[in-house]
């Protein structure tokens, strides 16, 4: 008897110590998620919405241990122009060739590749980030809480081919340049 209760004990231990390593994934809610993005010029700013189409989040017990998604880029609105005043012509520019392509690239990509443990709930994560069919590693912060998870990256256009308007490239733009990097804020909701 006495053996069958330390039998039952290990199971216990290892049945436990199994599933607190146990990987899960959750599915992010896409209708509920958010980004938003930030495109700052020399001569001012705009900022809009891109939907996003699906994604999740992988856990390891409770710490974040992957995550992958897909970017809507024939969603991008702007959000602080309106109607007949622009807003039309720079989502238009923008779904263009010579910025994202959302033609032919319908959708952009992040994949982690690492993730380490920054604080109690914040990690940074270098993941691929393709976009119009390039990838680039890109590094930021990710706060995950119950439900939710928040990140703020910090994107390079230039590294996509998405040139128009930049003083890397261009000599004599003057005040029509447009920096290199937009910032995207996410919103995760899972």
Do not use: C
Not at 63 to 86: H, Q, Y
Not at 88 to 102: P, W, Y
Request: positive net charge; glycine residues 8%.
């Amino acid at each position: 008897m006495k053996q069958l209760k330390s039998i039952a004990l290990a199971l216990v231990v290892a049945l436990g110590t199994l599933s607190a390593t146990a990987q899960t994934t959750k599915k992010v809610d896409a209708a509920k998620s958010k980004i938003t993005w930030l495109g700052k010029k020399v001569t001012g700013q705009h900022e809009g919405t891109i939907a996003l189409k699906d994604g999740a989040l992988v856990f390891k017990g409770k710490k974040l241990a992957g995550g992958n998604f897909t970017v809507d880029m024939t969603s991008i609105t702007v959000t602080d122009l309106e109607a007949g005043r622009g807003k039309e012509k720079l989502e238009g520019h923008l779904k263009a060739d010579d910025f994202f392509g959302s033609d032919k690239f319908a959708t952009s990509k992040l994949v982690f590749k690492t993730i380490a443990a920054k604080s109690k709930d914040t990690y940074t994560v270098t993941a691929d980030l393709t976009i119009k069919d390039i990838t680039n590693p890109i590094t930021f912060d990710i706060v995950v809480n119950k439900n939710d998870a928040t990140a703020k990256l910090m994107i390079d256009r230039t590294k996509y081919d998405i040139k128009y308007g930049s003083k890397s490239f261009f000599d004599g733009i003057g005040d029509k340049a447009i920096y290199d990097e937009f910032e995207l804020n996410v919103n995760l909701k899972f």
